[in-house]
């Protein structure tokens, strides 16, 4: 496929988006490598906290299945993005995000071994259903049992 083809495919997959969701998309194109070089430079505790501090916002909470597809659309949007990317970072910006739109959610991490390496993952729940990952992926990581909070691990 063309380059010019390939560009009017993406433009017109943009624009088929909801509105909510083409604005998720461009943010997170934006706030991913900031939210990367901000996880590196302070830490996963100091920079959840200081995202906690924005407040959440006074509005009805998501559907689940809104939580899903804003999940999607930022996991999209770190193949778009210059730099690393990795499934912490997305999380984080996707917590973020929900909590922008009034909308609660966890953020877990799990690990498992793969061989003789330890693996971890990261994915953000509502209700305990996970919103940026498949239940399947999920269930082969043993999570912390509770949350992972800036306070966990004082």
């Not at 910006?93 to 739109?101: E, G, I, N, S, T």
Request: aromatic fraction near 10%; charge should be positive.
């Amino acid at each position: 496929m063309s380059y010019v083809r390939r560009v009017f495919r993406y433009i017109s997959m943009f624009r088929a988006l909801p509105a909510r969701e083409r604005r998720v998309l461009l943010a997170s194109m934006l706030l991913l490598p900031l939210f990367w070089v901000g996880l590196r430079l302070i830490g996963l505790r100091r920079f959840q906290a200081w995202l906690d501090r924005f407040p959440m916002a006074k509005r009805e909470a998501l559907t689940q299945g809104e939580a899903v597809a804003l999940g999607a659309v930022v996991n999209r949007a770190s193949n778009h993005v210059l730099g690393p990317d990795n499934c912490l970072t997305r999380s984080l910006l996707l917590r973020w995000l929900l909590r922008r739109l009034g909308t609660t959610s966890d953020l877990r991490i799990g690990v498992r071994f793969e061989g003789s390496e330890l693996a971890a993952h990261a994915w953000i729940e509502i209700d305990g259903i996970p919103v940026n990952d498949r239940p399947e992926v999920v269930r082969g990581f043993a999570a912390f049992d509770r949350s992972v909070s800036p306070n966990m691990f004082l």
